[in-house]
């Protein structure tokens, strides 16, 4: 802008030196500039020599050395006459050249990024003012679920596992955990080993143990199984179940077709899961942060008798996403227990994420999460295994860990007259209740 308003006497007669190689392209394109300026100035813009716009312009190759030598300068001499003007544009395609923007580098490095970036932002732009119109929640259209879904985070999550197990060196322990105590407001009065130097690796700090008496188990029909945050809970008797308020997803997609019971050919999904007809389906998602106690518990007593462990995403399920992303837990990794308790049915999930190394459950050793899978990632494939006879959890005992934070879903049957005692976004221990059935 400078250059532009300066007068056109005092324009500088001469351009400094191009540090990348002039090949043929940008001599060209050098070339039409200039006839194209000349054309609508009416006087010649660049006075150069056939020999400037061929290609001797000082390239040769070393061969002791093996590298190009250094290019003579190109020299620029402007000509200013009847009225000639120095035009912005002209600087432009001088610094275009000088950074090689038009070479085939250029166009994979600069233009491509550029042009995706600008795809982006439209998208999103004209995306969200559609849904504002319409007075519909901010989530993501097809395009950016596709985006987000393409991101390398198996990867991500895979090596993170990796780097949480590598021992830590005793010296640098208190340094390493003492960071991540701060940056999540980690309890370590509560941890059955407060010492940080007894922690070996990140992972066994992560799922690290409770003192016994810290937490106590209520006498409610349902109690938490994890340390965490209430992201949603409420009834689940239409089939379908709200991930957050206002964004709903499938039963059927989430826990995959009714096989087991015997009202599969039932209308909906909900009514084939249950099996008393008077009473309802209900559900609770808590999410677990990187600072919460990692282990799980059951939260009351119940017969698993199948496990579905299906292959899926594994994308962030923090209360930012679940808000954006609809179906994010239909797309994510999962193991799933179905089972029944006293009051029907009742089905138990654990949900993975990024940077989750893996999810353990500890009577089921035949479960391994997180693994290399080859070709694309499909919504309903899982694998189902028969639990043994007789298997039963007491309410409180020990399922499993997560090697991070994720969430729990938990659906299930009970009679109308059950009512949660909790509340949305509300932080809860493991062992408080979450809801009973009023008499």
């Known amino acids: ?39 609508v100035s009416g006087t010649p813009g660049i006075n150069t020599t056939s020999q400037q716009t061929q290609t001797s312009y000082g390239q040769h190759r070393d061969k002791k050395k093996g590298k190009f030598s250094k290019l003579k ?32 580098s250029g166009l994979l490095t600069r233009w491509t990024p550029i042009g995706v970036c600008v795809f982006a932002a439209l998208e999103w732009h004209y995306h969200t ?22 991101l390398p ?62 937490r106590v188990i209520d006498k409610a029909s349902l109690v938490s199984p994890a340390d965490g945050r209430v992201l949603h809970f409420g009834s689940a008797t239409e089939s379908r179940i709200e991930q957050v308020k206002g964004i709903t997803y499938s039963l059927d997609a989430f ?16 009514d084939a899961l249950k099996l008393n007809k008077d009473s309802a389906l209900y559900q609770c998602v808590i999410y677990l942060a990187p600072g919460d106690y990692h282990r799980f518990h059951s939260p009351a007593k119940w017969e698993p008798e199948i496990r579905r462990h299906f292959t899926g ?14 179906g994010l837990f239909c797309l994510n990794e999962r193991a799933l227990y179905i089972g029944k308790w006293e009051y029907g049915f009742f089905s138990f999930t654990a949900v993975g994420a990024t ?42 005992d020990l399922v499993g860990q997560f090697n991070m934070g994720s969430t729990i879903v938990l659906i299930f ?27």
């Not at 003007?85 to 002209?90: A, D, K, M, N």
């Not at 003012?129 to 393409?150: D, H, W």
């Open 313 to 326: 995403q594994l994308l962030s399920v923090s209360p930012k996403i679940a808000e954006w992303l609809p």
């Open 73 to 104: 300068s190109l020299q620029l001499e402007w000509s200013w006459k009847a009225g000639a003007s120095f035009t912005i544009l002209s600087v432009l395609d001088w610094w275009l050249l000088a950074a090689g923007w038009f070479t085939w």
């Open 413 to 439: 049957e009970a009679p109308k007259n059950f009512e949660f005692t909790i509340v949305p976004g509300q932080k809860i221990k493991f062992g408080e209740k979450l809801g009973e059935v009023r008499t």
């Open 255 to 270: 826990l995959g077709p009714p096989s087991w019971t015997k009202n599969e050919n039932c209308s909906s999904c909900a």
């Open 129 to 150: 003012r559609k849904l504002e119109k319409q007075g519909l929640p901010i989530t993501a259209s097809e395009i950016q679920r596709i985006a987000y879904c393409s």
């Open 355 to 396: 940077n989750v190394g893996s999810v353990q459950i500890y009577f089921d050793d035949g479960l391994k999460t997180n693994k290399y899978v080859l070709g694309p990632l499909k919504r309903k494939r899982y694998d189902e295994r028969q639990l043994p006879e007789g298997m039963t959890l007491e309410k409180g």
């Open 153 to 214: 985070l198996r990867l991500v999550s895979r090596c993170w596992g990796w780097v949480a197990s590598c021992p830590v060196p005793p010296a640098l322990r208190p340094t390493v955990f003492g960071a991540y105590v701060n940056a999540f407001d980690v309890n370590m009065e509560e941890a059955e080993n407060p010492e940080l130097k007894q922690y070996r690796s990140l992972s066994e700090f992560f799922t690290r143990t409770l003192r016994n008496d810290v």
């Open 1 to 39: 802008m400078a250059v532009y308003f300066m007068p056109k006497n005092h324009l500088i007669t001469k351009a400094s030196t191009l540090k990348s190689f002039p090949n043929k392209w940008t001599i060209r394109w050098a070339t039409t500039r200039r006839n194209l300026s000349n054309k």
